[in-house]
C-alpha cells in the first residue's frame, strides 16, 4: 500500500512538470516508472516512448524500456533497447549482462554466452 502511495504521489509530481515542461527528461522517466509501479504498463510504454523521441539516446529510458518491454514478453524489443544502452554506454556491462540474461531465459544459450563474456571483460576489477 506505502508503495502504491509513493507511486501515484511521483506520478502526481512528474505529471505538474510535465504540464509546465513537456520534453522535461527526467519528469518524462519519473512519470513511466511510477506508471509501470502502478501497473500501468501502457501509460510506462507511451511515457518511455516519447521521451526517447524526444531524447533518443537517454540511457535511463532505454534500460527502463528494455526491462519493461521483457516484462511484458517483447524479448526482441527488449534486446534491441538494451543494444542501443550497450552503443550509448559501451563500458556499461549492465546492458551486456541483461541482454545475456535475457537471451538465456528464451533458450537462445550460444548468443548469451557472448553477451556475459563481454559483460565480464567490460566489468571494472
Known amino acids: 500500500q506505502a508503495m502504491n502511495g509513493r507511486a501515484a504521489a511521483a506520478a502526481r509530481a512528474a505529471a505538474i512538470v510535465l504540464d509546465l515542461q513537456p520534453d522535461h527528461p527526467a519528469a518524462r522517466l519519473a512519470a513511466a516508472r ?50 542501443l544502452l550497450h552503443s550509448i554506454q559501451p563500458t556499461a556491462a549492465v546492458a551486456l549482462r541483461e541482454a545475456g540474461r535475457l ?9 548469451s554466452v557472448g553477451y556475459l563474456e563481454r559483460a565480464c571483460r567490460s566489468a571494472p576489477r
Do not use: M, S, T, Y
Open 34 to 83: 511510477a506508471a509501470r509501479a502502478l501497473g500501468d504498463g501502457e501509460a510506462a510504454l507511451g511515457h518511455l516512448q516519447v521521451l526517447l523521441r524526444a531524447h533518443p539516446r537517454h540511457a535511463g529510458a532505454c534500460a527502463e524500456l528494455a526491462d519493461l518491454l521483457d516484462a511484458r514478453g517483447h524479448a526482441e524489443g527488449a534486446l534491441r533497447a538494451w543494444r
Open 103 to 111: 537471451l538465456a531465459r528464451r533458450g537462445r544459450l550460444a548468443e
